[in-house]
């Protein structure tokens, strides 16, 4: 069960439902005891009074002043902080790794727990700590290079069954391997060169563990996860592989609204990277477009989709590309381009190039298949036609079946409440079974 508000959080840790919470706030301040407001409260985003807040406050423990000063509902005792203030050394990332493996699979939070001051602060610090030299362990097994190659040869199949399956059942294989690589780093002897591969492996298997969190609603997980596959790809001097992950955790402020956020680390990504391929080059300077047009800084982004553009004309087969940026092809760009049109509200824009991408994704991407078909039927439904979105969104329902993701489903229902036809109509009332079919 993903936990969808700190409120949410409390009820579990105290196993209180609806009417405990009301019930509660209603033996002190004498009001109604309707166990709708708790809902609201945890659903809706609404704000209880002050007077509720400080009944329940004292249920909890919590003093007023903190009440006072945190406000809603950031005094509520949400599970802990994710802790993001290790050293930038290697001991420091060690520490931070084992941080997440302690805490990401249990936490069940479907909220962000950083944003704003947290996540710029750990971008610029990424930005201006120098990697220090790596001290090789002393204790343990010695690990050689065929070892580290065996690994990360298993790279390729978890990147395909992540996609394949969806981020909710893979993340616990993923997490187990980042375990594994982990506990290497900290018991095992190695070279430098060997110990650096490590952590570029561990900071990968970070990354996708996150990813795989963040496409099952679990957003504090994937926070937990990139943070300190962070701190790993920094010890291991890979630039590029940590602007990918800052790339990610852009992409996550984005999809919740926090797009000044979003812009700072997407910028970050862009200015940390250091020498990369042009593919790479392209792939995050149109994640810094996405920001810039969710900003509506239409001049800027613009600008950016041409430096894209011109990155990608100059990639070829011989460029040694990473592995991971092996997803961002021809398809992914128009789609990337189509989402940064759209937000711009420049909707002919948009379709045409969501058109180029579907015709060219293969079906083996479904996962990626059903996110652009949906933002084509929301294009379709922004240009007047409401019934060519109404079978985009069938299509991509029977998708979202095949390929789970909880970020999809939450796209196709918000695109289907933006339809402007009546539920009586029997095309809708098609679509409505499959989407509830997927929520269920």
């Given amino acids: 069960m993903r936990l969808v508000h700190p409120l949410s959080v409390v009820r579990d840790e105290q196993d209180w439902t609806y009417q405990d919470v009301v019930d509660i706030v209603a033996k002190t301040t004498k009001r109604s005891a309707d166990r709708r407001k708790a809902w609201k ?24 002043g903190e009440v006072h000063q945190l406000g809603w509902p950031g005094w509520l005792p949400d599970g802990g902080p994710i802790r993001t203030g290790f050293p930038w050394t290697m001991p420091g990332t060690l520490d931070a790794l084992d941080d997440t493996l302690e805490h990401a699979m249990p936490d069940r939070r479907g909220f962000m727990k950083l944003g ?40 390729p199949r978890l990147r395909r069954l992540e996609a394949a399956l969806g981020g909710h059942r893979a993340r616990q294989l993923l997490h187990t391997e980042l375990a594994t690589v982990t506990g290497l780093l900290k018991e095992a002897s190695y070279t430098e060169k060997v110990g650096r591969r490590l952590l570029r492996l561990d900071a990968e298997l970070a990354r996708l563990a996150g990813f795989a969190s963040f496409d099952a609603g679990l957003h504090a997980a994937a926070q937990r996860y990139w943070s300190s596959g962070l701190r790993a790809a920094h010890a291991a001097d890979d630039r590029a592989l940590g602007a990918n992950i800052l790339k990610s955790l852009s992409l996550q402020c984005y999809d919740h609204g926090l797009v000044v956020d979003a812009l700072a680390l997407a910028t970050a990504a862009v200015e940390g990277a250091g020498h990369v391929t042009p593919r790479t080059r392209a792939m995050l300077l149109l994640r ?26 100059r990639s070829s087969g011989t ?31 948009a379709e045409t190039h969501f058109a180029t991408a579907l015709g060219l994704m293969p079906s083996a991407k479904g996962r990626d ?26 299509t991509a329902a029977q998708l979202v079946a095949t390929a789970p993701s909880h970020r999809n489903t939450a796209r196709a229902l918000a695109a289907r409440a933006e339809l402007p036809m009546t539920t009586k109509d029997p095309k809708v009332q098609r679509l409505d079974q499959l989407l509830a079919t997927l929520s269920a």
């Avoid at 409260?41 to 007023?64: H, R």
């Avoid at 078909?373 to 969104?393: E, N, W």
């Fill in 41 to 64: 409260w945890e659903n809706w985003g609404v704000e209880p009074d002050a007077e509720s807040q400080e009944a329940l406050a004292a249920a909890l423990g919590v003093p007023p």
């Fill in 288 to 313: 810094q477009a996405r920001a810039e047009a969710a900003c509506s800084n239409r001049v800027a982004c613009d600008r950016l989709l041409s430096d894209a553009e011109r990155q990608m004309a």
């Fill in 116 to 155: 704003g001051q947290a996540l710029t602060l750990l971008a610029s610090q990424w930005l201006s700590q120098a990697p220090n030299a790596l001290a090789a362990a002393l204790a343990g097994g010695s690990v050689d290079e065929q070892l580290v190659e065996d690994l990360e040869g298993g790279l």
């Fill in 369 to 394: 298949l059903a996110t652009y078909t949906i933002q084509s039927a929301r294009t379709h439904t922004a240009l007047g036609d409401a019934d060519h979105a109404v079978h985009l969104l069938e």
């Fill in 319 to 349: 460029d040694d590309d990473p592995a991971w940026t092996g997803y961002f092809d021809a398809a992914e760009f128009h789609a990337q381009a189509a989402t940064c049109y759209a937000d711009l509200r420049r909707q002919r824009l």
